[in-house]
């Protein structure tokens, strides 16, 4: 099967793919990470995540070299237009918690700090990865949950607030959320 027609949410022959060519396989996510276009965005990420839940395909090693080329491309230097990343690095961090202690502090302040805060579809990224790996972003860096807390309350777009609002609860630590609804009985009538 060629790269350009390999279909990225068919993690089975994604896998299969990078048991031969890890490096290929990559290669064509990261193009896809790039991507304007939301499905082509989504696609990737979830692919990437499909590869990294998987140690023996991408080492520790391998995904820290990644993660500090997402990084870089974060910033305004690199003159890359990232699309993607903030979302990759989440799911990345999410699948691979070992990874947390050196790149989390680096993705939470994404969130606040003012020389590397992020806007637009970045900042939406950002927020969405934060609120994908949960507490531990809480716990690795207060301030980011402040930042979120305060995106969600006076962003003036709906959406960012919405995604800010989604963020925060999923960083709440867990016993401090509310307990899940129960959808499989009626409520009691008093």
């Not at 690095?89 to 969130?111: K, M, N, T, W, Y």
């Amino acid at each position: 099967m060629s790269s350009k027609s390999m279909d990225l949410d068919d993690h089975q022959e994604l896998l299969r793919q990078a048991a031969v060519s890890p490096a290929r396989v990559l290669r064509l996510i990261n193009g896809r990470l790039y991507s304007a276009e939301p499905e082509e965005k989504w696609s990737a990420v979830r692919a990437l995540g499909a590869l990294a839940a998987r140690p023996g395909l991408l080492s520790d090693e391998k995904l820290s070299e990644l993660l500090r080329r997402y990084f870089w491309a974060l910033n305004s230097e690199s003159g890359a237009v990232p699309f993607g990343l903030p979302e990759a690095i989440g799911e990345l961090l999410a699948v691979r918690p070992a990874l947390q202690p050196d790149f989390l502090p680096l993705l939470c302040s994404l969130a606040h700090q003012p020389d590397v805060f992020q806007t637009g579809p970045i900042l939406r990224g950002v927020l969405w990865a934060l609120g994908r790996i949960g507490p531990p972003a809480a716990g690795a860096d207060p301030k980011a949950l402040e930042a979120v807390a305060a995106t969600a309350r006076e962003h003036p777009d709906d959406e960012m607030r919405r995604m800010a609002a989604w963020a925060l609860a999923r960083m709440q630590p867990e016993e401090s959320q509310p307990p899940p609804l129960k959808l499989d009985a009626p409520p009691r009538r008093s």
